[in-house]
């Protein structure tokens, strides 16, 4: 009986809102109940549903733990995801470099393969495969097979992941994980796994390398690439041609007999964190970086890190507000006609960079030396000089957060780009442009308040709209809406 339904509806609408908005409120995860799938066969395809406000589940694991489907980004973008279900923890993200719409158009089909496209034929992400099916598995692994006894695997999830690992799920030297951030990256070493940040376009500089320490097996030299694999008995071991370890990072749960499930992620502050589902929550059972100062850039551009205490700026005339004392910088100084006057220099005493033996440094010098051979190059960002051992660090990419020390024989030089000089025909443009603007918008003040005045006398009304102070009063709803939905966001994975 739809028009009984509309009816009520309509009476009671201010209920029903209410009741929207609450439920809304209380579960931040709207999983939508439309029929999902144990495997997915040709002729499959699925659009988003516009009344979805999180995940849209499309195909489920034989357990129900793990959902593969639709997941909103940044409230109008779609990403093809694989989700722990009762966490609404994002697993696994289909790498694709721009993310559709969340709309009809959007469009994933099966067909031999799972392809993301819009109704022009754009496609977004293929795993460019000729197989008869796609399955979840329970350990959360996507995969698309042959229809034989064995299944035929052609393509898995586990071979391409995002910024997550799961227990039993090979790391090899070929991947990468990548932070959602984009900012971070883990990535395998002939005997290490390593840790880099994107700082600077086209560059990548390492903050964490964890060496192999050979206890049960040793790293043979060229003999062959070695692996990570997260063991259900809490550790991450790195292997090579072998089932015995070159090294075993252990996690809290370690020989602990805990039949939970573990997944690593490399985080949004460059973290690699190991968690243990214990049946409602995830727990930390392992952190690579113990030392928040010791992270990639806690406190943000030229932030001051101070262990046991926390953030402020480099410049103290500078107070840390919003995660940050200037706002973050690319590229160098080495363009055509720039030179000195593009930036200006912050010295500081008594502070070291966070990952120092991960960089490069010369020996013998001088701090003035030090400091002139950054001035001197313009793709040097800083230098930190050592009074003692007369070590001189050159930073290349923009100034990030450096660590406080009471030792105040270190010495930082640090460059920072001016605002951009704007050159001064541009800036007489703007400013007749602006004068214009100016102009334009009084006459058109004048002549509506002209025209208010003449139909007020025309209607006869007089301060309906303001009131007794004469301010004119907003609705009560105003920002309802805006301010509402925008909380209904996924904590994980897609923050930035
Ligand atoms: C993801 O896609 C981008 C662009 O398509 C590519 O450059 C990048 O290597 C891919 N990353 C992974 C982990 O496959
Ligand atoms: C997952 O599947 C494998 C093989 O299909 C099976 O041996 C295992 O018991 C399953 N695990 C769970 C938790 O269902
Ligand atoms: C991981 O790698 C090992 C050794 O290469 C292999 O035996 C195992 O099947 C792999 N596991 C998965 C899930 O691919
Ligand atoms: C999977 O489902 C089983 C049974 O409901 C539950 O005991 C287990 O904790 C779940 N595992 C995960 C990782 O959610
Ligand atoms: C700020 O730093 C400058 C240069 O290091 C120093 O001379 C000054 O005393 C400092 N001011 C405060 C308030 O700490
Ligand atoms: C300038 O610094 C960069 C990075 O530190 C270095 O690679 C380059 O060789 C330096 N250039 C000169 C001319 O010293
Ligand atoms: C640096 O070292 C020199 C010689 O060892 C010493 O004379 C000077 O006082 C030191 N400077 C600082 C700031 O510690």
């Given at each position: ?21 609450i ?56 990403a093809v ?9 994002t ?7 721009v993310?559709?719409?969340w ?8 067909d ?7 109704t ?14 796609a ?32 227990e ?16 971070f ?5 002939a ?13 990548s ?11 049960k ?47 690593l ?25 113990s ?29 840390y ?5 200037l ?14 006057s ?25 701090m ?11 793709s ?13 660090y ?7 957060t ?95």
């Amino acid at each position: 009986m739809p028009g009984f339904t509309t009816t009520s509806a309509a009476t009671h609408s201010p209920l029903l809102l209410f009741l929207v908005f609450i439920t809304l409120f209380h579960f931040p995860i709207w999983v939508s109940t439309a029929a999902t799938h144990q495997e997915l066969v040709s002729g499959f395809r699925a659009s988003p549903d516009t009344a979805v406000q999180s995940f849209q589940p499309l195909l489920n694991d034989p357990t129900g733990n793990f959902s593969l489907g639709f997941l909103r980004v940044q409230g109008t973008q779609l990403a093809v995801v694989i989700l722990h279900v009762t966490s609404s923890e994002t697993i696994w993200t289909a790498n694709s470099s721009v993310f559709p719409d969340w709309a009809d158009r959007t469009l994933l089909r099966f067909d031999g393969g799972l392809v993301l496209s819009d109704t022009d034929g754009r496609v977004f992400w293929s795993t460019d495969t000729a197989g008869d099916r796609a399955v979840l598995l329970n350990s959360s692994n996507l995969q698309i097979q042959l229809r034989r006894d064995p299944a035929v695997v052609l393509w898995q999830s586990f071979d391409f992941p995002a910024d997550t690992l799961v227990e039993n799920q090979n790391f090899s030297s070929e991947m990468v994980l990548i932070s959602s951030n984009r900012l971070f990256s883990a990535r395998l070493g002939a005997d290490f796994i390593g840790l880099y940040a994107e700082f600077n376009e086209g560059k990548s500089q390492i903050y964490y390398r964890h060496r192999a320490l050979q206890a049960k097996a040793q790293v043979i030299p060229g003999g062959g690439p070695v692996h990570l694999l997260l063991n259900t008995d809490g550790y991450l071991g790195m292997y090579q041609n072998s089932s015995v370890p070159v090294d075993l990072q252990a996690f809290n749960t370690f020989q602990k007999s805990a039949n939970g499930f573990l997944r690593l992620r490399l985080d949004s502050d460059g973290n690699l964190r190991g968690f243990y589902w214990e049946g409602s929550e995830w727990v930390l059972v392992f952190e690579a970086i113990s030392e928040q100062c010791e992270l990639p850039s806690p406190c943000g551009s030229y932030g001051l890190c101070e262990p046991g205490s926390g953030c402020s700026c480099l410049d103290n005339r500078t107070i840390y507000t919003s995660g940050q004392c200037l706002p973050s910088d690319s590229g160098d100084f080495c363009g055509v006609g720039v030179a000195k006057s593009e930036f200006w220099v912050l010295r500081r005493s008594g502070v070291e960079l966070p990952f120092k033996e991960l960089m490069s440094y010369r020996t013998g010098f001088t701090m003035d030396q030090c400091e002139s051979v950054c001035e001197t190059n313009c793709s040097c960002w800083g230098s930190l000089y050592y009074n003692a051992t007369g070590f001189c660090y050159l930073v290349d990419y923009p100034v990030r957060t450096v660590v406080a020390e009471a030792d105040g024989t270190k010495t930082g030089y640090f460059k920072v780009r001016k605002a951009q000089a704007r050159s001064k025909s541009k800036v007489g443009l703007e400013i007749g442009l602006g004068i214009l603007g100016g102009i334009f918008g009084i006459v058109v003040a004048i002549l509506g308040f002209a025209s208010y005045r003449q139909w007020k006398r025309r209607r006869g009304i007089g301060r309906f709209f303001e009131d007794d102070d004469g301010s004119v009063s907003p609705g009560p709803y105003k920002d309802l809406g805006s301010a509402s939905f925008k909380s209904i966001e996924m904590g994980s994975g897609f923050s930035r």
